[in-house]
């Protein structure tokens, strides 16, 4: 079960960094006549990136239990198995969320490529 929120946390916050990004680019194409409408979808995904870091540090609380937890159960080196297997996973997601990142701005502009192709 920790597995499975560890998963939904970290992409929740991986996704919302990523739209973050995204709006505060378009912010800085626009320059100073900034869009009402991009300073509210600002404001708002700042809010919820706050909240998904808090549910973070809540996860990072609850994995420090269930590890304590293991440690009764485990052997040294099933509990170590454990905590690699969790930074892991981490790492894994991050990597994923920023491969689909690439391969969404790569369509992006293979797509504007077939657009500008005179046929």
């Known amino acids: 079960m920790f597995i499975g929120d560890l998963e939904k946390v970290v992409s929740l916050l991986l996704c919302l960094s990523s ?4 709006v505060q680019n378009a912010m ?5 006549n900034t869009d009402q409408s991009l300073n509210e979808r600002h404001k708002l995904l700042s809010r919820q990136r706050e909240d998904a870091k808090d549910l973070k540090e809540n996860l990072d ?10 440690a009764k159960y485990l052997t040294e080196q099933q509990l170590q198995d454990y905590r690699r297997f969790v930074q892991d996973k981490t ?14 701005f790569f369509e992006e502009q293979l797509e504007n ?7």
Request: glycine content about 4%; hydrophobic content about 40%.
């Open 61 to 70: 609380r609850r994995e420090r239990v269930v590890s304590g937890i293991l």
């Open 91 to 104: 790492s894994l997601l991050i990597e994923q969320k920023d491969l689909e990142e690439q391969i969404k």
């Open 113 to 119: 490529l077939e657009k500008s192709i005179p046929l």
């Open 19 to 22: 739209r973050l990004a995204r």
């Open 28 to 32: 800085r194409r626009i320059d100073g």
